[in-house]
């Protein structure tokens, strides 16, 4: 059974960056597709972009993180990163990676009710400061 394990959060002043990672522990982490959430208060998980699995050569990203944040991974570590730039305040929340061997599974995880990523992280906070 795949485990994540999210890290990296922390207080961030806006305009500043952060890089959390997602580390797994369980078999076969390069055959999963993972993908990065969050939920800020009061609101409902957002999708932010998920990368494929093997190689992770494709990334797909919604558009409100599209150009400042970059998800890679490196399944020698059996990590998978987000690399966030130009942090907003709005971006303050708990960020969430997930797996699961389909890709489409992830992109659909928010808006799909029938489509469950396998595993989920813990969660990390990001606050960003004005």
């Known amino acids: 059974q795949l485990q994540l394990v999210e890290s990296g959060g922390g207080l961030v002043q806006a305009g500043g960056s952060l890089r959390l990672s997602c580390a797994a522990s369980?078999?076969?982490?390069?055959?999963?597709?993972v993908g990065w959430f969050r939920q800020a208060p009061r609101k409902d998980r957002e999708f932010i972009g998920v990368?494929?699995?093997?190689?992770?050569?494709?990334?797909y990203y919604a558009d409100s993180v599209k150009g400042r944040f970059t998800i890679s991974r490196d399944n020698a570590k059996n990590t998978v990163y987000l690399q966030m730039t130009g942090l907003k305040p709005e971006d303050t929340a708990v960020y969430y990676c997930?797996?699961?061997?389909?890709?489409?599974?992830?992109?659909?995880?928010?808006?799909?009710?029938?489509?469950?990523?396998?595993?989920w992280g813990q969660g990390t906070l990001v606050t960003v400061s004005s």
């Open positions: 990368i494929k699995r093997y190689g992770g050569g494709s990334v």
């Open positions: 997930a797996a699961d061997p389909i890709f489409h599974t992830l992109v659909v995880a928010t808006t799909d009710e029938d489509k469950n990523p396998e595993v």
């Open positions: 369980g078999p076969s982490f390069s055959t999963y597709a």
